[in-house]
């Protein structure tokens, strides 16, 4: 499709999440938008957004806004990266590298997931714009170690260590559908995948997905489902700032520490030589129940903003929840979910337009604010309850998603209710 005409029929993330759900397999679609167990705080990620009212400021003339950053020395042009998502291969073949592509031509960085189905080094050959590269650590140190030095030669600039990811958590979408390893799809996924033949044909002719900086790990099958197992099996519950500190000493480069939510650790984090932190709920996939990543993040900088560079994720999918995430002090913004959406819509094209509608968005929420800059935005612009002193933005329990992220006619086990 035409990027106009995609422009004109997408002209926000929601309208391209609907459309992500007509056009990728139930299965597919529900592994990227669900959440974990009742999916309370997948929930609490976007609403609690809601709440941070704004206090525009008037007759300032930001004729123009400068939507730049620096990044640990490097300046983008948006505010806005790709969050690490393991398997976009899966909505597009060679997802990973349309994404990072259409971020690099955006001037934003593209974060690769140890689990993206194209290897470290053939992203690093096909976009080699900013890359910065996440790693878990595994039972076998030597393989957090090996993808560590990879990502290194591959001249990726940053490294991120997710920590809330040691023990998986339970996705109940996944379990209905038979989304799991091994999987047990049954006829209805058949049946699920079939109905969606532009989505299979474009898939079939992309074999072998799978993860792919694993190949030859586990000594024998390189399929998706036996790394699965392998790669689940290794992820070590025992993590602990020892191990932080030891990969602090391997890799040379700005590191970050990804899924922080409570001030202490962010302190303990800035003690052990971290440079950043992702203040991440892993978009409410891990633990129910979590706080919510804007609502964790003043606490968060009023402990280490001075010293550590904030990167927030989880729920963001405007451009004010830009503004009311670097109003609370975070440098920059990720999205996991809004690029799927665009990928799995129009591959590249749709990837770019995501990134597009957030910079339109971001511009349009700071020119009514009276910002000229991203400098300019802080607490004064948030309303009582962003402004309090330290205090966490939460004021009301339960949070609803803005849009209708569980439709009644899906047989989801999200609902609100647990009966
Ligand atoms: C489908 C999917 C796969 C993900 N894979 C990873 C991953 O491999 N590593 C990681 O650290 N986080 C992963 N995440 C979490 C994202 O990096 C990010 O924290 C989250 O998506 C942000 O929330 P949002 O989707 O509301 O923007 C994944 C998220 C999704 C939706």
Redesign the pocket.
């Known amino acids: 499709m035409d990027r106009e005409l995609l422009a004109r029929r997408y002209y926000n993330v929601e309208t391209l999440r609907r459309a992500a759900r007509r056009v990728l397999p139930r299965v597919i679609f529900d592994?990227?938008?669900g959440g974990a167990e009742d999916e309370v705080t997948?929930r609490r990620?976007?609403g609690d957004f809601d709440a941070l009212e704004l206090v525009p400021r008037m007759c300032k003339g930001p004729a123009e806004r400068d939507l730049s950053v620096e990044l640990f020395g490097r300046r983008i042009e948006l505010p806005v990266l790709i969050?690490?998502?393991?398997?976009?291969g899966i909505l597009w073949p060679a997802g990973e590298i349309l994404a990072a592509r259409a971020a690099h031509a955006a001037g934003t960085i593209y974060?690769q997931?140890?689990?993206s189905t194209c290897t470290i080094e053939a992203l690093a050959e096909a976009a080699p714009g900013p890359r910065w590269f996440?790693v878990?650590l595994y039972r076998d140190r030597g393989l957090t170690r090996a993808m560590t030095e990879r990502a290194q030669a591959a001249g990726c600039e940053a490294l991120?260590l997710?920590v809330d990811?040691q023990v998986l958590g339970q996705r109940e979408r996944d379990l209905a559908n038979g989304f799991s390893i091994p999987p047990r799809l049954g006829l209805r996924g058949v049946l699920d995948m079939a109905s969606h033949p532009r989505w299979l044909l474009r898939m079939k002719a992309a074999r072998g997905i799978s993860f792919a900086n694993y190949r030859g790990a586990a000594g024998h099958e390189d399929d998706i489902v036996s790394l699965g197992a392998y790669i689940a099996k290794m992820l070590d519950p025992g993590l602990s700032w020892r191990d932080v500190a030891w990969l602090r000493g391997i890799w040379k480069g700005p590191f970050l520490l990804?899924?922080i939510l409570h001030p202490e650790d962010a302190r303990i984090a800035a003690e052990h030589g971290v440079d950043g932190l992702?203040v991440?709920?892993?978009?409410?996939?891990q633990l129910d129940g979590a706080i919510s990543?804007i609502s964790a993040l003043p606490e968060i900088a009023d402990a280490v903003g001075d010293r550590l560079v904030l990167v927030l994720?989880?729920?963001?999918?405007r451009g004010v929840d830009v503004v009311r995430a670097l109003a609370l002090g975070a440098r920059a913004v990720?999205?996991?979910?809004?690029h799927?959406w665009g990928l799995a819509v129009a591959g590249e094209a749709g990837v770019a337009l995501v990134l597009d509608i957030f910079r339109r968005e971001l511009d349009r929420a700071m020119a009514l604010s009276g910002c000229a800059r991203l400098t300019e935005i802080d607490r004064g612009l948030l309303g009582p309850v962003g402004r309090g002193a330290g205090a966490t933005a939460r004021p009301r329990r339960g949070a609803q998603p803005r849009f209708s992220q569980i439709e009644p006619s899906s047989q989801s086990l999200a609902s609100p209710s647990r009966s």
Not at 313 to 317: A, L, T
């Open positions: 592994f990227a938008d997948l990620n976007e969050a690490p998502t393991g398997l976009s974060c997931s140890h689990g996440q878990f991120i997710t990811n990804k899924g992702f991440s709920n892993h978009g409410g996939r990543a994720d989880g729920g963001v999918r990720a999205i996991g979910r809004p799927w």
